[in-house]
């Protein structure tokens, strides 16, 4: 196995004795160099941004909400008072249950998919990291996991990642920080 720094040299060695392949190869690595160096200049423009941003800086404090999701969210939301409630939201980017209904029949499925497709993968992305990557414990994995143990991991996957949703528009509403323990919420409400 090979590491980002080493890649280009160790192609080097494998082709360096067929000369066809290797003039095919290096345009390649040359193309590659060149995407690397403007990507990590797009990444240094989007943590400027985020920097900048107060809303996006307090959506990170929730854990699993890097800045690549904050924007997204501040994005793709853009006013939060289109929306009636907090609960809306999860409905607009399609992580609620589908229902299908036909005579007697009232089946409820899978989520509707619906609404922004780069939003519902970057909140399911958020809380992938939240439950199975984090190590660090707070009330809302502990309400998923809870989730992960009845109905199964990626059923819980999405139901964080529509409550993260939900969560992250209160946040921007009310101008507050994500409250890592229940005690916490109590004092701040008291």
Same mark, same amino acid.
């Given at each position: 196995?090979?590491?980002?720094?080493?890649?280009?040299?160790?192609?080097?060695?494998?082709?360096?004795?067929?000369?066809?392949?290797?003039?095919?190869? #290096?345009?390649?690595? @040359?193309?590659?160099?060149?995407?690397?160096?403007?990507?990590? !200049?797009?990444?240094?423009?989007?943590? &400027?941004?985020?920097?900048?941003?107060?809303?996006?800086? *307090?959506?990170?404090? !929730?854990?699993?909400?890097?800045?690549?999701?904050?924007?997204?969210?501040?994005?793709?939301?853009?006013?939060?008072?289109?929306?009636?409630?907090?609960?809306?939201?999860?409905?607009?980017?399609?992580?609620?249950? &589908?229902?299908?209904?036909?005579? #007697?029949?009232? +089946?409820?499925? &899978?989520?509707?998919?619906?609404?922004? #497709?780069?939003?519902?993968?970057?909140?399911?992305?958020?809380?992938?990291?939240?439950?199975?990557?984090?190590?660090?414990?707070?009330?809302?994995?502990?309400?998923?996991?809870?989730?992960?143990?009845?109905?199964?991991?990626?059923?819980?996957?999405?139901?964080?990642? +529509?409550?993260?949703? @939900?969560?992250?528009? *209160?946040?921007?509403?009310?101008?507050?920080?994500?409250?890592?323990?229940?005690?916490?919420?109590?004092?701040?409400?008291?």
């Amino acid at each position: 196995m090979v590491g980002t720094v080493k890649f280009e040299a160790r192609i080097g060695e494998l082709v360096e004795n067929v000369p066809d392949l290797a003039a095919l190869v #290096e345009p390649l690595l @040359v193309v590659r160099r060149a995407i690397r160096e403007q990507i990590a !200049i797009l990444h240094r423009r989007l943590l &400027a941004i985020v920097r900048d941003d107060e809303v996006c800086r *307090r959506l990170m404090t !929730i854990p699993g909400v890097g800045p690549v999701v904050a924007l997204t969210y501040r994005s793709t939301v853009d006013v939060p008072a289109r929306f009636r409630n907090s609960k809306a939201v999860g409905a607009v980017f399609g992580l609620t249950p &589908a229902q299908y209904q036909s005579g #007697e029949i009232d +089946r409820t499925g &899978a989520i509707s998919r619906c609404g922004d #497709e780069m939003m519902r993968v970057m909140l399911y992305e958020a809380a992938h990291i939240m439950l199975v990557r984090s190590t660090k414990w707070s009330w809302l994995k502990a309400w998923a996991m809870q989730i992960a143990r009845r109905r199964g991991m990626k059923k819980a996957i999405v139901a964080l990642a +529509r409550r993260l949703a @939900v969560i992250m528009h *209160r946040i921007w509403v009310d101008g507050t920080e994500f409250r890592w323990t229940r005690e916490q919420h109590a004092a701040a409400g008291a």
